[in-house]
């Protein structure tokens, strides 16, 4: 937030895509600075929440039912799970309570469809593909200011050597990578929500001590 308070004022709004939503907590304080949010969100959990912010803020955000993924489909699985931690997959960290089918979107397939003309801040929070969807923006048509997306090596699709290649195909679009890595000793697993800083660094994560 500081960094885009401190950019020249513009006379458009700035734009979020805000894919895995989850309650609207990220993008809170974004439309409070009058921003736009396209907030990406399947999990039935969360619509009654992003419902109440949608309608705090009128016509500036928009709702997606979406699973966002490499590639669109009108039918994927997803699988419901504790709030925050429902995904394409079963979690590492919570029992997996439904399967849902739902429609899922690339994210240029999306942008070209609502005629976007900018992207601000394109966060990604979506519980082990991450990486397959950043593959789907369309970095050249609508590069973001910033991008920020999670990743975790308890997913197996996000091994140490996948996410090298995500930082490394990130270079080429002229994006350089902060990393900011953490340890949660166990934590996440128990459900307490608690994790540690280990490091934040440029280029590569920092291992966690136990590898």
Known sequence: MPYFQALPDEDAPRQLLDVGACVGQMAQPFLAMGWRAELFEPDPACQEALAKLAAAHGDRVSLQRLAVSDRDAAEISFCQSAVGLSGLSS???AETVATLTIPAVRLDTFARSRGLQRVDLLKIDIEGWDLAA???HDFEALPPRLAMIEF????PQQDAAAIAQGIADMARKGYEALVFSYDDEGNFKRRIWVHQLI???FGAPVPRPDG
């Open 91 to 93: 979690s590492p960290y």
């Open 134 to 136: 950043l593959a789907g």
């Open 152 to 155: 975790s090596t308890e997913f």
């Open 199 to 201: 490091g934040a660094t």
